[in-house]
C-alpha cells in the first residue's frame, strides 16, 4: 500500500528560526494535508493542498504540493515555543476511494 | 476547539473486556472517521462511516466494530482486550463521503489495558 516518508524525523531548533520539514512517497497522491499535534491532543488541520505546485499560506505557515504529486512541504517562519508538536502529513492516494495515509510525524522542539 | 468530541477522555480496563467509545462529529459533518495511535506511532486509519452507512475500512481487526447512529455520533466497539490495544483513539469527521474531504480530529480517548 501507500507510505508516506516524514523528513526530518525530529528537530532542535533556536526560537525565531525558519524551519522546513518535507512529506514524500513514491505514489502519487491528489490531496495533502497537514497536521500539528500537540501531547495528547488531537492533531489540528493547518493547512489543505489540492492542486499540483499550490502554496498555500496560514499565518507563519506555508505548504506546497509538490510538482510531481508525490511530496509536500511545510515552512515555518520565526519559530515561537507554542511552534513544539509533532507535525503529520497525509495524502488521499491517486485511487478512487482511497482514504488518507498518514505519515509518522516530525518532532518539533524549539529551544529558547 | 474542533467540534468533535469524544468521550471518555481515559479509559482503564483489564484484558480480555469490552469497552465502548463515543464520538460526536462537528455540526453539519455526515462522515465520522476513527483512527488509532499508538505510542511513538503514526494515525493507522480503522473505519469510516457517511450518514449511518460503512464508507471504507482500513486496518481495523475483527474484535473491533463500529457503528454511526441516526443522530450521526459514532461508537468503536472494542471487544477482547489485548495489552497492545492501548493506545489513543481519535475520531475525525468531514462534511463529505470523499476522501478529499478535510478532516477535523476530536481529542482523542486514552485506552490502557492491564
Known amino acids: 500500500g501507500q507510505q508516506l516518508n516524514q523528513s526530518p524525523q525530529s528537530m532542535f531548533i533556536q526560537e525565531g528560526e525558519d524551519v522546513s520539514m518535507n512529506c514524500t512517497s513514491s505514489s502519487i497522491f491528489n490531496t495533502w494535508l497537514w497536521y500539528k499535534q500537540d501531547p495528547g491532543e488531537g492533531p489540528v488541520l493547518l493547512i489543505a493542498?489540492?492542486?499540483?505546485?499550490e502554496l498555500t499560506s496560514n499565518g507563519r505557515l506555508t505548504a506546497q504540493f509538490g510538482i510531481t504529486r508525490k511530496d509536500s512541504f511545510l515552512n515555518i517562519s520565526a519559530s515561537i515555543p507554542s511552534d513544539v508538536g509533532i507535525y503529520f502529513c497525509?495524502?488521499?492516494?491517486?485511487?478512487?476511494?482511497?482514504?488518507?495515509?498518514f505519515g509518522p510525524g516530525t518532532r518539533l522542539s524549539v529551544l529558547p | 476547539d474542533s467540534g468533535v468530541t469524544q468521550t471518555p477522555k481515559h479509559l482503564i480496563t483489564a484484558t480480555g473486556q469490552r469497552v465502548t467509545l463515543r464520538c460526536s462529529p462537528r455540526s453539519g459533518d455526515l462522515s465520522v472517521y476513527w483512527y488509532q495511535q499508538s505510542l511513538d506511532q503514526g494515525l493507522q486509519f480503522l473505519i469510516q462511516y457517511y450518514n449511518g452507512e460503512e464508507r471504507a475500512k482500513g486496518n481495523i481487526l475483527e474484535r473491533f466494530s463500529a457503528q454511526q447512529f441516526p443522530d450521526l455520533h459514532s461508537e468503536l466497539n472494542l471487544s477482547s482486550l489485548e495489552l497492545g490495544d492501548s493506545a489513543l483513539y481519535f475520531c475525525?469527521?468531514?462534511?463529505?463521503?470523499?476522501?478529499?474531504?478535510?478532516?477535523?480530529f476530536g481529542p482523542g480517548t486514552r485506552l490502557t489495558v492491564t
Open positions: 493542498l489540492y492542486k499540483a505546485g
Open positions: 497525509a495524502g488521499q492516494p491517486d485511487n478512487y476511494g482511497q482514504n488518507f495515509v
Open positions: 475525525a469527521s468531514s462534511v463529505g463521503a470523499s476522501p478529499t474531504s478535510e478532516q477535523y
